[in-house]
């Protein structure tokens, strides 16, 4: 199957730093990519969509000055979490799709996530 | 809009047997539906989805759901639980008239005792 790779797999940061998390597509061309944010024993919460060459689209409540995302090629998306607290320690997750939404069998395909923890 | 529950946060079974987890829906037009599995602290795994056709839907590692229109559900089951499968499994549905978002259930954790 498709491999998708996030880096790093955990990072930790001081408060009031910045954070860039990498996701790569390394076997296909993503189209489309997702990030989520997991919090400890819940689910998966989108925080924005991004097409490649395109500004991400974030959902309501998602600070797009905080989460910075740019999708600058068909492999590789990043998230910046700029100026980190500790209320952003999270488990990040993306995901990234070579044809999303074109047809029915479109397939998302998962990072492993970052663990990221801000002290 | 679409919404997922998954009832049950956490489920204990016996190595051998049945697994069921419990996944229900909303959304007002036909949704796409899906199981993932997340070991711990690793992204999400696919198991199975149903798009169209065929409602009873086989999956990775011996999993299979059905979805049942009439009772908004897409149980996930496995005949026999090995010690492999404890991990956290996540229902999702997706709408096209919704953007395509995927949204998921609260998951459920699974519990495999020798």
């Known amino acids: 199957g498709a491999v998708v790779s996030q880096h790093p797999s955990w990072v930790i940061c001081k408060s009031g730093t910045s954070v860039k998390i990498e996701c790569r597509s390394l076997?296909?061309?993503?189209?489309?990519m997702f990030w989520y944010r997991q919090f400890p024993k819940q689910s998966l919460m989108l925080m924005a969509t991004?097409?490649?060459?395109?500004?991400?689209?974030?959902e309501q409540g998602v600070e797009k000055d905080k989460f910075l995302i740019n999708h600058a090629s068909l492999t590789l998306s990043t998230l910046t979490v700029t100026s980190a607290h500790p209320e952003d320690s999270s488990f990040y997750i993306c995901?990234?799709?070579?044809?999303?939404?074109?047809?029915?069998?479109?397939?998302?395909?998962f990072g492993q996530g970052t663990r990221l923890t801000v002290v | 809009a679409q919404s997922v529950t998954q009832l049950g946060s956490h489920v204990s079974v016996s190595e051998g047997a049945l697994v069921l987890l419990r996944c229900n829906y909303s959304?007002?037009?036909?949704?796409?539906l899906f199981w993932y599995v997340q070991y711990p602290n690793q992204g999400l795994q696919l198991l199975l989805k149903?798009?169209?056709?065929?409602?009873l839907v086989k999956g990775i590692n011996g999993f299979e759901a059905e979805f049942k229109k009439s009772e908004t559900s897409f149980h996930l089951t496995k005949p026999s639980a090995h010690m492999s499968d404890a991990a956290e499994y996540f229902c999702?549905?997706?709408?096209?008239?919704?953007?395509?978002?995927?949204?998921f259930g609260g998951g459920t954790r699974v519990l495999v005792k020798p």
């Open positions: 995901s990234a799709s070579p044809d999303w939404g074109r047809h029915e069998n479109t397939e998302a395909f």
């Open positions: 076997d296909f061309q993503a189209t489309t």
């Open positions: 991004s097409n490649e060459g395109s500004k991400a689209t974030y």
């Open positions: 959304s007002s037009v036909p949704p796409y």
């Open positions: 149903y798009t169209t056709g065929a409602t």
């Open positions: 999702a549905v997706k709408v096209k008239a919704a953007g395509n978002k995927l949204t």
